[in-house]
């Protein structure tokens, strides 16, 4: 449940900033909520994983490259 809150806490904030400077931010709430609903209604499909690990991946990298 604190993922899916704060994956969309995440999304809510950094949808009124540019959205090309918060990438890691959007996909950082992204992994969140959908980790987080999956894990609350037991949804799993062929490749949930691999997307959750793509997505988690994508969001470290983009954080440490917009970090200043």
Do not use: N, P, Y
């Not at 809150?5 to 709430?29: C, Q, Y």
């Not at 992204?30 to 609903?37: E, M, R």
């Amino acid at each position: 449940m604190l993922g899916i809150v704060t994956g969309i806490l995440f999304f809510i904030a950094d949808s009124r900033e540019k959205i090309g400077m918060h990438m890691g931010s959007i996909l950082l709430g992204v992994w969140l909520a959908a980790g987080g609903l999956m894990s609350l209604f037991h949804v799993r499909f062929t490749g949930s994983g691999l997307i959750l690990a793509v997505l988690a991946a994508a969001a470290g990298v983009m954080v440490l490259i917009t970090r200043r």
